[in-house]
Structure formats: structure tokens, C-alpha cells
């Protein structure tokens, strides 16, 4: 009970993080290209990341130990996968097609966890009970976004950046399966070694488009580290701890409550109004969680 109970604290947990994340994004852009975002974001969460193996004495996984280079494939795919290619592929999309439209297809996300974890993760079975609590889960995100995410912006690369959109989604879903598949290492020595290599990956990349940022304003400045140290550093560690443990389908449960505190922080802090069917999606979302989990928690119980 213990353990399922730290596995949904840190569920809630990063559901608020990536949340508040959207706000951010939308204050850093304001100055910085979206290609130098990723990049700041992912490299500040690697050198804290790496502060903080010293300072607790973590070692980076051994290259040459046995299945190291296993290990270090696996955080490179993840780095990729998790990081490099859907912050890419969302800051681009999102020029062209709605912010609900992309709540949505990271709303997505648990849909396309599972056909992939029944195949490729021991344990992670799909099954009807299951599917049926994602479904009403997704539906309860849609609900809460409204029509008007996928109402047409009317631009050219429209059609594309829905793909770009959707592409992110289901990269997010690889990276957890990845997570999930790796030899077993020190969470916190995989999450770095993973966001360093992300950041090897993406920083020239953006420094050769976007060149060196100059001159950019303090708000963006500080939404970026804010993204660096929260939402990427701090969220990476709870992300591999989440999936080591409870596995990738509980974890994909995060991308409905995403959508529900970018609301809300929204309607806090940016003078948004609160949406009216906020409560009726919320309700919605509540009871896919606990259908797709009535399984695991009667599995849970009846070990006891």
C-alpha cells in the first residue's frame, strides 16, 4: 500500500509540474526561439542533475560494467525519445495548430501506451477493463478542451504540424517503454546520464538554427530555468521512478491531469476564466483512472 501510494503522490506531483509547464513555454518563447527553449531547458536539467549525483555520490552508469552499454543505449533512446525529439516536434507544431489541439494529443498518450506496453512489458497486459478507463479518461480531457481544439487554424502547415503533434505523442509513449525495458541502474544515475545526452543531442542543433541567444528579456531568462530545474530536472527523476516501479500505462495516467492543471494554473495566475464543464471533465477523468486501475489495486490487495 505504501509503495502504490508514493507511485500516485508522484503521479499528482508531475501532473502539476508539466501543468505549470505551459505557462512557462508561453513566457520564455515571448524572447527566446523555441529550438534555444528546449535546448536551455535540457541542458540546465542535466548540469543540476549532475550536481546532484556528486553531492550524493551517485556514479553515472559504468561503461564498461556488464550490460553498460545497454544501459547507456537505453538513456540515449530515452533522452531522444522523452525529451529531444517531442520538445522539437511540439515547439513547431504549436505554431501552426491550437494549444487544445496539442492538450489533446498528449491526452493521447495513455492510448498509445498500451497496445505497446501488452506487447513489449511483462506484466503490462491490455485489457477491456483497462482500455475502457483510458478511453473515458481521454474523453474527459477532450470534454474539459472543448471543440475548439480541432477547429482549423486555416494555415498551410496546418495539416503537418497536427502530425508533428501526434508524432510527439507517441514518441512520449516510446520513451516510457524504453524507461521501463532498461537494465535496472540507480534511477537518478539513468535520469542524468539521459538528460546529458539529450543535451549533447539538441544544444548544437539549436546554437547552428538559432544561434546564441543575446540580449533576451529576465522573464524569459528565469521561465527557462524555471523549466530546466522543475519541469525537466526535477520531473525526469520522478518520471523514471514512476515507471521503474508501477510501470509505463500508470504513468501514461499523468497526460489527463495535465490538461486539468494548465487550467487551472491558467485561471490562477494568468486571469483565464475557469472553463464550466472543468468539474464534469474532472469527473470524467476521475472515474477513467479508477476503472483502468480497479485491476492493479484488487491485484495489490489480494497479495496481502
Aim: some cysteine.
Amino acid at each position: 500500500m505504501e509503495a502504490g501510494l508514493h507511485n500516485w503522490l508522484r503521479l499528482l506531483a508531475l501532473g502539476m509540474i508539466w501543468g505549470s509547464s505551459f505557462m512557462a513555454v508561453s513566457v520564455a518563447v515571448g524572447g527566446i526561439g523555441p529550438l534555444s527553449v528546449a535546448a536551455g531547458r535540457i541542458t540546465l536539467a542535466a548540469l543540476a542533475l549532475l550536481a546532484l549525483t556528486r553531492l550524493g555520490g551517485i556514479s553515472l552508469p559504468p561503461f564498461r560494467a556488464p550490460q553498460g552499454r545497454i544501459v547507456w543505449l537505453a538513456a540515449l533512446a530515452f533522452g531522444f525519445f522523452s525529451m529531444v525529439l517531442p520538445f522539437f516536434l511540439l515547439s513547431w507544431g504549436q505554431k501552426y495548430v491550437s494549444s487544445g489541439f496539442a492538450g489533446v494529443t498528449m491526452a493521447a498518450v495513455p492510448l498509445l501506451v498500451l497496445p505497446l506496453a501488452h506487447f513489449l512489458v511483462p506484466g503490462e497486459r491490455m485489457s477491456l477493463r483497462k482500455l475502457f478507463g483510458f478511453c473515458i479518461g481521454f474523453a474527459g480531457v477532450v470534454v474539459l478542451i472543448g471543440p475548439g481544439a480541432f477547429a482549423r487554424a486555416g494555415t498551410d502547415l496546418e495539416p503537418l504540424a497536427r502530425l508533428a503533434c501526434l508524432a510527439a505523442g507517441a514518441s512520449y509513449a516510446l520513451g516510457s517503454i524504453i524507461t521501463r525495458l532498461a537494465p535496472k541502474v540507480d534511477p537518478v544515475a539513468f535520469a542524468t546520464a539521459a538528460t546529458l545526452l539529450a543535451s549533447l543531442m539538441i544544444l548544437p542543433v539549436a546554437v547552428a538554427v538559432e544561434g546564441i541567444p543575446r540580449g533576451s528579456e529576465a522573464p524569459s531568462l528565469l521561465a527557462v530555468l524555471y523549466l530546466g530545474l522543475v519541469p525537466t530536472a526535477l520531473a525526469n527523476l520522478l518520471l523514471v521512478a514512476v515507471i521503474r516501479s508501477a510501470g509505463p500505462s500508470f504513468m501514461s495516467l499523468v497526460n489527463y491531469q495535465v490538461p486539468v492543471w494548465s487550467v487551472i494554473f491558467g485561471t490562477l495566475f494568468l486571469r483565464e476564466t475557469l472553463p464550466p464543464q472543468l468539474l464534469p471533465a474532472m469527473g470524467m477523468i476521475l472515474a477513467g483512472l479508477a476503472i483502468s486501475n480497479f485491476a492493479r489495486a484488487r491485484r495489490r490487495s489480494a497479495t496481502r
